[in-house]
């Protein structure tokens, strides 16, 4: 029902742009966010768009990534500017429709030299 892609190699300093589309059983992009999990960490949380309000970033990517969302496509954005080594990780996008989780297949973003 999430549909996650975008990922790839990029050097430090470099640009990606992840994208996520949803079925059309999820009916809204509102609360729809991304995750991610580098190798031997926990899963951690990284932005989320809401319908009325700003969106929301964990601190380490503040500043460098936006996430959007188009509705005719049912699909959120996560670009993502400024990549360092740390960003390395498997990105994940997610939401909660009608009291269901669902979860993204991942996407695998590496930032290297």
């Known amino acids: 029902q999430l549909q996650a892609s975008g990922g790839g190699l990029v050097q430090p300093g470099g640009s990606l742009r992840l994208s996520c589309a949803a079925s059309?059983?999820?009916?809204?992009?509102?609360?729809m966010g991304w995750y991610r999990q580098a190798p031997g960490k926990q899963r951690e949380w990284v932005a989320l768009?809401?319908?009325?309000?700003?969106?929301n970033y964990a601190d380490s990517v503040k500043g460098r990534f936006t996430i959007s969302g188009d509705n005719a496509k049912n699909t959120v954005y996560l670009q993502m500017n400024s990549l360092k080594p740390e960003d390395t990780a498997i990105y994940y996008c997610h939401t909660i429709w009608r009291s269901v989780t669902y979860w993204g297949q991942g996407t695998q973003v590496t930032v290297s030299s």
């Open positions: 768009i809401t319908s009325g309000s700003t969106p």
């Open positions: 059309r059983i999820i009916g809204s992009l509102s609360n």
